[in-house]
Nanobody, 122 residues
Framework: QVQLVESGGGVVQPGGSLRLSCAAS????????IGWFRQAPGKEREGVSC????????NYADSVKGQFTISRDNAKNTVYLQMNSLKPEDTAVYYC???????????????WGQGTQVTVSS
C-alpha cells in the first residue's frame, strides 16, 4: 500500500521559513510525480508546486513563485518543499501527493499523505 507522510509543519512568524518533507514508504518515489497542495479553513485544496519523476522539472502556483522551492532526494525517498518569506495567508494544512503526471491539479493524484499544519502568525 502506497503511503506518504508529511512532516516539518509548525508555527512560524511572518517572514520566517519552514521546510516540509514528504517521505514515502512501501514504494519508490522515483517513479512518481509529486505535488504539494494546501488547504486553508473554509477553502478548497489548491496546488502549490509539483516535480516530475523523469527530469525533475518543477512547476509552481503563481502565488508562491519565488517564495517556495520543491526538490527531491531519491536516495532518501523524500520530496521537500522549502518555504521562505512566509505570510499569514500561507497558513494551511499542507499535503503531498503522488501520481503519474506532474501537475498542480488535485485530480491528477491518487495517493495522498495525511497533511501537516503550517501556521504563520506573530
Amino acid at each position: 500500500q502506497v503511503q506518504l507522510v508529511e512532516s516539518g509543519g509548525g508555527v512560524v512568524q511572518p517572514g520566517g521559513s519552514l521546510r516540509l518533507s514528504c517521505a514515502a514508504s512501501r514504494f519508490t518515489l522515483d517513479y512518481y510525480a509529486i505535488g504539494w497542495f494546501r488547504q486553508a479553513p473554509g477553502k478548497e485544496r489548491e496546488g502549490v508546486s509539483c516535480i516530475s519523476s523523469s527530469d525533475g522539472s518543477t512547476n509552481y502556483a503563481d502565488s508562491v513563485k519565488g517564495q517556495f522551492t520543491i526538490s527531491r532526494d531519491n536516495a532518501k525517498n523524500t520530496v521537500y518543499l522549502q518555504m521562505n518569506s512566509l505570510k499569514p495567508e500561507d497558513t494551511a494544512v499542507y499535503y503531498c501527493a503522488a501520481g503519474p503526471i506532474a501537475t498542480i491539479w488535485v485530480s491528477s493524484y491518487a495517493y495522498w499523505g495525511q497533511g501537516t499544519q503550517v501556521t504563520v502568525s506573530s
